[in-house]
């Protein structure tokens, strides 16, 4: 990165941080207007303070609201390229934007909608959270060359995977790119994606090329084998259950517990539901590194916030009681208990 849009990233996090959206608006039209090309405006100005913003909201350097600015006014800070740049004529085919239903976080696929029309493709952006069904119908009446198949939470793997399949049927083939895919695109190849990006210079530049047509009668249980011992459809059905279980013996164990508030119970409930959706999510791919790498990422998450991470153990415990029955899911809850009783747990984001 050059030291001009190092500058330019610098100036624009002070502008959305503070929540001065003329003056983030004012920072990439003097970006654009010095000569910076408009793709690195939209990565390595926008995208880079986009993801910096995720990092401090993780290490609790910026509140929820703060993040939510920032995000707002990065979104529409990326509107202002469609009044700036004349983009060139369509001519590299046509590409869908969208998605995962249930996922919205929309910046990565804006970014890349930006990056393809900048590139030269005719792009449909869809937005956040598609359902499947009217992605579908989309294609069917615009029949775009590929989707391109965005994703940051991994607990939407199982209708990402879903949603490829629908689109596969349409004989439309996906690409699929963001965090919920893996760091190496593992999940996009589990779940038979046509091509994998980690990035949208990279996506755009595969998508340059034909992506292969999608193989005739594919079905989604064939990529999993795995899932015939219906431990995912029966830990997804019991979740709530699961959940008030714990909670109940979490009360019994932790004393402090038994004078929380409402508010109190009820994010420690949305806690232990994000445990359970995320070790039905691993489950569903058959990976250990899905849920150990949550519950790592969880532990640091409650370091910063003063919470000390032994307190998820209980929750483990418990849960694998519950689950005593079911191999697959307690070898997972086993492993995490593991991983979190590794110095290293939870010190990553308290520096």
């Known amino acids: 990165m050059s030291t001009a849009v190092a500058e330019h990233a610098e100036r624009l996090w002070n502008a959305v941080t503070t929540g001065d959206e003329y003056t983030a608006g004012d920072v990439v039209v003097q970006a654009l207007g010095a000569g910076t090309d408009p793709e690195s405006v939209l990565l390595d100005v926008i995208g880079a303070v986009q993801r910096r913003v995720g990092q401090e909201w993780a290490a609790n ?15 529409r800070v990326i509107a202002t390229f469609g009044y ?12 869908t934007v969208a998605c995962v239903d249930g996922e919205w976080h929309a910046m990565p696929a804006r970014l890349l909608s930006e990056v393809l029309r900048l590139r030269g493709f005719q792009v449909d952006y869809l937005g956040a959270q598609v359902p499947a069904p009217h992605l579908v119908a989309h294609l069917h009446r615009t029949g775009p060359d590929a989707v391109a198949l965005s994703g940051s939470l991994a607990t939407r793997l199982p ?15 996906v690409i699929a790119g963001g965090a919920a895919f893996g760091h190496d695109g ?41 899932l015939a011992d219906q431990e995912y459809t029966l830990v997804t059905r019991s979740s709530g259950r699961l ?18 508030t409402d508010l109190q119970r009820q994010y420690t409930a949305e806690d232990l539901a994000h445990i359970v959706e995320y070790l039905a999510t691993a489950l569903y791919v058959g990976d250990e590194e899905l ?10 998450i409650l370091t910063a916030r003063g919470v000390p991470a032994a307190s998820l153990v209980p929750a483990l415990e418990l849960l694998e009681a519950e689950l005593r029955d079911f191999p697959r899911a307690t070898g997972l809850l086993r492993a995490a208990h593991t991983r979190l009783a590794e110095p290293a747990a939870g010190s990553e984001l308290s520096a």
């Open 61 to 75: 350097r910026l509140t929820v609201a703060q993040e939510h600015a920032a995000t707002a006014i990065n979104d």
């Open 84 to 95: 700036l740049l004349k983009r060139p004529e369509p001519h590299l085919g046509r590409v």
């Open 159 to 173: 209708t990402a995977h879903a949603t490829i399949t629908a689109c596969q049927a349409t004989a439309t083939p």
């Open 186 to 226: 593992r999940y996009a190849r589990l779940l038979g994606a046509e091509a994998w990006a980690p990035d949208a210079r990279a996506a755009a530049d595969r998508l340059a090329r034909p992506l292969p047509r999608p193989h005739a009668g594919h079905q989604p249980l064939d990529d999993l084998p795995h």
């Open 243 to 260: 959940v008030k279980t714990v909670l109940a013996g979490l009360a019994e164990r932790i004393p402090a517990m038994r004078t929380y």
């Open 291 to 300: 849920f150990t790498g949550f519950l790592t990422w969880t532990a640091g």
